[in-house]
């Protein structure tokens, strides 16, 4: 839940700050920041919820297979 909650927060940061980027190489690299993590926390994100034994996606497996 941590990464796609980052997600979410990085994605309407970069989403604000996107028209001012042109303007500015300060707020042009805060917007590159932001979507690398929000590329970043995405894959955690999906990749901790493949059902193997130590990664969270056998928990939710065994929670609700349904899920």
Known sequence: MTNMGLTLVFIIIAALIYPFSIHSQIVHLIYLICTVGYS???YLAAFN???FATLD???VMKWN???
């Open 57 to 59: 996606g056998i928990k």
């Open 65 to 67: 297979v349904l899920i």
């Open 49 to 51: 919820l493949l059902p």
């Open 40 to 42: 970043v926390n995405s």
